[in-house]
């Protein structure tokens, strides 16, 4: 094997080795924080605080975070995984923030959810006919 194919070789191997893989989807996950990566309809303008998302009280199924505009939003979650419900979604938004259509939009996609999913790319919220919603990734 020449020299160029023995570095072609060891760089597949070395990329394989730290591929990610998905996590199990369970109840646990939902409590960590997340912030919500992507969205459908997302514009590009830049928000003052990311979006999140996270399970408050699980017993009480309380679930919130923030808006684009550094707003708190809450609602209802029921979880029969991979099934996932959210409703009663409520936030205070204001026209005078720019990011105010895109919370208007988080907040609508929110009651869309039917289920969840993991990848590689993190927690996927998915509509009923399985497109994907929004995208939310560890750290929020």
């Not at 160029?4 to 070789?9: E, K, T, V």
Request: hydrophobic share 45%; charged share 20%; glycine share 8%.
């Amino acid at each position: 094997m020449n020299l160029a194919a023995s570095g072609a070789c060891a760089f597949l191997l070395g990329s394989a080795a730290f591929a990610q893989e998905a996590v199990p989807l369970t109840e646990e996950l939902f409590t960590l924080p997340w912030v919500i990566a992507d969205f459908e309809g997302r514009s590009d303008i830049e928000y003052v605080t990311p979006p999140t998302f996270g399970i408050f009280e699980v017993a009480e199924r309380d679930v919130g975070g923030d808006t684009p505009c550094a707003h708190s939003w809450n609602g209802k979650i029921d979880l029969d995984l991979p099934a996932v419900t959210i409703s009663e979604v409520e936030a205070f938004h204001s026209d005078e923030c720019p990011a105010d259509r895109d919370t208007m939009t988080l907040l609508k996609l929110f009651e869309q959810v039917a289920a969840a999913r993991t990848g590689v790319d993190g927690l996927e919220l998915v509509a009923s006919d399985g497109r994907r919603l929004m995208l939310l990734v560890a750290g929020g």
